[in-house]
C-alpha cells in the first residue's frame, strides 16, 4: 500500500520561499499525473499544480511564476518549489499522485505565511 508524507512546510514571512517534498513509502516508478493541493481553513481543496508523466506541467493562477513543481526519484516522487510567499496561500499542502488503480494522497503539511 503506498503511503505519501509531505515535508517542507512552515512558517515563513511574506515573500519567502519554501520547497515541499513528496516522500513515498514504496518506489514509484510508473505514475499518470502527480499534483501538489491545497486547503485553507473554510475553503475547499484546491490544485495547486500538477505534473504529467510527460512532465507537462499546469498551475493555478494564483501561482503562476512563483511556484514551481518538479519531478524527483522514485522514493521522493515530487516536489514544490514556492517563491514569493504571500499570506493567501496560508493552507495545508497535500501531495497527491495518482496511479492506475487507485490515487494516493498524503496527510498534509502546513504552510503559514505571516509576519
Known amino acids: 500500500q503506498l503511503q505519501l508524507v509531505e515535508s517542507g512546510g512552515g512558517l515563513v514571512q511574506p515573500g519567502g520561499s519554501l520547497r515541499l517534498s513528496c516522500a513515498a513509502s514504496?518506489?514509484?516508478?510508473?505514475?499518470?499525473?502527480m499534483g501538489w493541493y491545497r486547503q485553507a481553513p473554510g475553503k475547499q481543496r484546491e490544485l495547486v499544480a500538477a505534473i504529467t508523466r510527460t512532465s507537462s506541467t499546469r498551475y493555478a493562477d494564483s501561482v503562476k511564476g512563483r511556484f514551481t513543481i518538479s519531478r524527483g526519484n522514485a522514493k521522493n516522487p515530487v516536489y514544490l518549489q514556492m517563491n514569493s510567499l504571500k499570506p493567501e496561500d496560508t493552507a495545508v499542502y497535500y501531495c497527491?499522485?495518482?496511479?492506475?488503480?487507485?490515487?494516493?494522497w498524503g496527510q498534509g503539511t502546513q504552510v503559514t505565511v505571516s509576519s
Open positions: 497527491n499522485v495518482e496511479m492506475v488503480v487507485a490515487s494516493y
Open positions: 514504496v518506489s514509484i516508478f510508473s505514475s499518470n499525473t
